[in-house]
């Protein structure tokens, strides 16, 4: 599940929304230098978005655990991250930001990010078209398109020192 994307890498890049603009630039406000370490960086959707408002990015991969709600899948993994990070000197207090924030699908548009979607990366071609019909059924009887809320958060600290 956390190689989702590297299935069908092109189509997850393609179909999964960018990061909200307000944690990028709160992100780059914050940030003392150029320099920005994207870990879990996946196909290069956030490091993109930091390319264009002016930043160098080194990515460094991090898979996710396998099963559970995202709290709960996420969370041990900031924790760990922002741990590692008070173990490295050279670096200010680690800071956890969260943005909640939605967009709107249409029908379409869902069925062609569900393929990029952990386990549903490893089904039949069969067993994945069966469950794109029916998604895309509940999806009609909502109207046509729905809106789907996310949260992203990041693990911040700023680099007081080259070491």
Do not use: K
Not at 79 to 97: L, M, S, T, Y
């Amino acid at each position: 599940m956390a190689e989702s994307f590297g299935v069908d890498a092109e189509r997850y890049d393609r179909t999964r929304p960018p990061y909200p603009d307000t944690l990028i630039e709160r992100i780059v406000s914050h940030s003392p230098g150029l320099d920005v370490l994207d870990v879990g960086c996946g196909t290069g959707i956030e490091a993109r978005q930091f390319r264009a408002a002016g930043r160098r990015v080194l990515g460094s991969p991090f898979p996710a655990p396998p099963s559970g709600s995202s709290a709960e899948l996420y969370q041990p993994i900031l924790d760990n991250a922002a741990d590692g990070i008070r173990r490295v000197p050279g670096f200010g207090a680690p800071e956890q930001w969260r943005f909640d924030w939605e967009r709107s699908y249409t029908r379409d548009e869902w069925l062609d990010q569900l393929p990029t979607s952990g386990a549903l990366t490893q089904l039949p071609p069969d067993s994945l078209a069966e469950l794109q019909d029916a998604v895309g059924v509940a999806i009609d009887a909502m109207g046509g398109s729905f809106t789907m809320p996310y949260s992203t958060v990041a693990v911040t600290a700023v680099r007081t020192s080259t070491v």
